[in-house]
């Protein structure tokens, strides 16, 4: 576990102001971390942007009534994404929720004659789909899976944002890279 | 799967991983021209990385509705705790935007010698028209001259209208009662509903406290894809 505080002085001092009731200084942190914080929440569901969103709104709204509990030992993002996690599984307890299954779809093999909007099209549609396997995953593999494949993230900065040391994300990576591989390779069909 | 499979299966997942020599991404070619299955397995490891090299991070950016309606609900969440009262105690599904969402008030005064004193039922206090696919929702804004204790606060909607939340059995609710304490200045209760039929309908507010009960009425015209809001008096009487 790193002790050193992972949390920015510019979060840092957002954070203060937001604990002292001020919106604009949570919307403000929110603003810097949610484009990851949303990556995860598109993971998590599988792809289900109004899942994801609701989760998300959820998620910002404890954040903000538990932000007194925030100490600070991780990044802001990496805390989100705890209460994130939590939302969601909650949701998946509760709510009747009944993932999906990816559909069958016999689309055709991309030639390059295929006009660049069904090609954009096709791209997301396989991008849903690989979405769908990576939420299939742990959640521990999902978070390292969105932040360096999905985020860009180097190992550092995800070493950094979640309080672990560089090995573990190494060796976490190369686990759920692994995972994700297996399950492309299952539901290889789907990617025709 | 036979023993060349297994090899090639092995390879493929060193393929995502590293970058193959050109002897192994020969032998790998070689047995996918003849082996469809692990062709298929290639194809799709290959389209995945493909996937993740063209994948932005800002791709994954919320849409700008998040921030519209996480500021609105961080006002809303900011006077609850301020008025140091109960929210609706109703896990409310939050409604779209700003953008879709209008924001209606019904202002209600209470013991406020400043406001005239209409109360014939009947007049119109003010007309709006909003989009009907849309929730609306509702504020009540109670503004008192002291702290009341025990205030009642009743919405009633006629068929057609219900509200709008995640929880069936409080979609089904044709009343709903709020129960809380009102502080000096203004006080909100929002809740959210949701037009469900043509024609038009009322939504009844009625908030009871000391000896007095203190009624508002709203009319909903809703005619295809918009709706007339009309605020219709308010009337304060003794109980
Ligand atoms: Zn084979």
Known sequence: ?192 | MDDRCRQIDALLTEAMTRELSPEERCSLDQHCASCPDCAAAYRALLTTRELLRNHRPEDDAPPTILRENLHRRLVEEQAQQAGKRPALGLRWKLAFGVSVCMLLTILGYFLMPAFPDKGDEGTILSRTTVDAKEPLTIKITYTADRPLTDVAVTIRLDEGISFYSDDEKLRSLREYTWHGDLRTGINEIPFVVTVERMGTHRIRTEASYDDYRHRHDVELQAEQRTVIVTYLSYKKRPL
């Open chain 1, 1 to 192: 576990m790193n002790t050193q505080g992972n949390i920015s002085p510019v979060d840092k001092e957002l954070v203060e102001r937001a604990r002292r009731g001020e919106i604009a200084a949570f919307e403000t942190l929110v603003r810097s971390h949610e484009t990851k914080v949303f990556s995860f929440a598109l993971n998590i569901t599988g792809g289900d942007h109004e899942l994801a969103q609701d989760i998300m709104q959820d998620a910002l709204i404890h954040a903000y009534r538990g932000i007194s509990s925030f100490r600070g030992d991780c990044s802001f993002s990496s805390w989100l994404w705890r209460i994130l996690k939590n939302d969601f599984l909650r949701y998946r307890e509760h709510a009747a929720f009944s993932r999906e299954e990816p559909d069958n779809r016999k689309g055709n093999a991309v030639d390059d004659h295929e006009p660049a909007v069904e090609l954009a099209i096709m791209r997301q549609e396989r991008l849903l789909l690989l979405r769908r396997l990576v939420a299939q995953l742990s959640i521990e593999d999902q978070e390292v899976i969105t932040l360096i494949e999905f985020q860009e993230l180097s190992v550092d900065e995800v070493a950094a944002l979640t309080a672990m040391s560089i090995e573990a994300v190494k060796s976490r990576l190369h686990r759920a890279r692994g995972r994700l591989t297996e399950l492309v390779k299952k539901n290889k069909n789907l990617f025709l």
